[in-house]
């Protein structure tokens, strides 16, 4: 027979199995998954991943046992022998010990017969199951196999970074221990305590975003810039009580010194003033007539350019000057009798 002729043959008659039933014909007499007959070959790129093109011109999984022709039973064969298209494993003393091919449909989501796996398709899309429904994932190749893998770190060891031997996470956010893979920080609990460690092991310690770590930042003024508001551009202080500036983050005066000397601004450039005590104090007030009054030469406000008008008969007063025709006696204003 034409060699070209019968490589045609096969290529349409294991066409015709796969479309019709989803079967996968397999070695009848081994202890190897009878899948490992697949497609007709003429060349090794003309197999999928995982199988190569045997001597016989058949695609066969790489490592299953070659103890059946596939090519006698496909081409020499008139019909098939139902007996030998078994999807199940098969055992030496029964050759059809397995599953039905009947049964087994690959890409239905359910791992029956010779499958090793079942991801509803019939696609090799790197999940770890491949066209035929067999396994070919590797723990250890840097690519994550997502039905059989958590995580692949690019070996097989238990190398603390939160990838087990097998390809499995056993990492622990809050045990004191930064797991790479999947952490950041690890400051031995899962509160987020404002040290840069969030709840979940990953790293919040950013300066400018107007959170203050408080074990790696003095302040944070929603920048990194050093604009003169006492939190510099590392998210320090540095602010200086005394040097006549007014850092408005830390500060609410600053008159040259670290002194309370009656102006309004304490020894920690804090603001003590306060308007009608009878205390001028200058660096906020130009009066105060120890009261809180509205009128007369000194406001409310203890500002000489907001004073309002002449007090009336009853009005809390300090001088004459705050009356209108009364005179201040006892602190108000009253009309001589």
């Given at each position: 027979?034409d060699?070209e002729l019968?490589h045609?043959?096969r290529v349409?008659?294991?066409?015709l199995l796969f479309?019709v039933?989803?079967l996968?014909?397999?070695?009848?007499?081994?202890?190897a998954?009878?899948a490992?007959?697949?497609?007709?070959c003429?060349a090794?790129?003309?197999?999928?991943?995982g199988?190569?093109?045997?001597?016989d011109?058949?695609?066969?999984l790489e490592g299953a046992?070659?103890d059946?022709?596939?090519?006698?039973?496909l081409?020499?064969?008139a019909?098939?022998?139902?007996?030998?298209?078994?999807?199940?494993?098969a055992?030496?003393?029964?050759p059809d010990?397995?599953?039905?091919?009947?049964t087994?449909?690959?890409?239905?989501?359910?791992?029956?017969?010779?499958?090793?796996?079942d991801?509803?398709?019939?696609i090799?899309d790197?999940?770890g199951?491949?066209?035929?429904?067999?396994?070919?994932?590797?723990?250890?190749?840097?690519?994550i196999q997502?039905?059989?893998?958590?995580?692949?770190?690019?070996?097989?060891?238990?190398?603390s970074?939160?990838?087990?031997?097998?390809c499995?996470r056993?990492?622990?956010?809050?045990?004191?221990?930064?797991?790479?893979?999947?952490?950041?920080c690890?400051d031995?609990?899962?509160?987020d305590d404002?040290?840069?460690?969030?709840?979940?092991?990953m790293?919040?310690?950013?300066?400018?975003?107007?959170?203050?770590?408080?074990?790696?930042e003095?302040?944070d003024d929603?920048?990194?810039?050093?604009?003169g508001n006492?939190c510099?551009?590392?998210?320090?202080?540095?602010?200086?009580?005394?040097?006549?500036?007014?850092?408005?983050?830390?500060?609410?005066c600053?008159?040259?010194?670290?002194l309370d000397d009656?102006?309004g601004c304490?020894?920690?450039?804090?603001?003590?003033?306060a308007?009608g005590?009878?205390?001028?104090?200058?660096?906020f007030?130009?009066?105060?007539?120890?009261?809180?009054?509205?009128?007369?030469t000194?406001?409310a406000?203890?500002?000489?350019?907001?004073?309002?008008?002449?007090?009336t008969?009853?009005?809390?007063?300090?001088?004459?000057?705050?009356?209108?025709s009364?005179?201040?006696?006892?602190?108000?204003?009253q009309?001589?009798?």
């Open positions: 027979m060699t019968v045609s043959a349409l008659l294991s066409i479309s039933s989803g996968a014909v397999g070695a009848g007499c081994s202890d998954p009878k490992s007959c697949a497609f007709a003429g090794a790129d003309e197999c999928p991943g199988y190569y093109c045997a001597p011109s058949w695609c066969k046992a070659e059946f022709d596939c090519g006698a039973v081409v020499d064969g019909t098939l022998d139902a007996s030998l298209i078994d999807a199940g494993v055992d030496a003393s029964d010990s397995g599953t039905d091919a009947s087994v449909v690959c890409g239905d989501s359910m791992t029956t017969g010779g499958e090793t796996c991801d509803g398709n019939e090799d790197g999940n199951c491949d066209m035929l429904c067999q396994r070919n994932d590797t723990c250890g190749d840097n690519t997502s039905i059989f893998e958590e995580c692949d770190d690019g070996n097989q060891a238990d190398d970074n939160g990838c087990d031997a097998t499995q056993n990492d622990e956010c809050g045990n004191n221990s930064i797991e790479s893979l999947f952490e950041a690890d031995g609990n899962t509160a404002g040290n840069g460690c969030s709840a979940t092991c790293d919040n310690s950013t300066c400018g975003n107007g959170n203050i770590e408080v074990e790696i003095q302040c929603g920048n990194e810039v050093d604009d006492g510099d551009a590392a998210c320090q202080r540095n602010d200086v009580c005394g040097n006549d500036i007014i850092e408005a983050l830390f500060e609410t600053d008159d040259n010194n670290q009656g102006n304490s020894t920690t450039c804090q603001r003590n003033d308007c005590n009878g205390i001028i104090e200058g660096l007030e130009t009066c105060d007539d120890n009261n809180a009054d509205t009128c007369g000194c406001s406000a203890c500002d000489t350019s907001q004073a309002g008008g002449d007090c008969n009853g009005t809390a007063c300090s001088s004459g000057d705050d009356c209108d009364e005179s201040c006696s006892l602190g108000f204003c009309t001589p009798r």
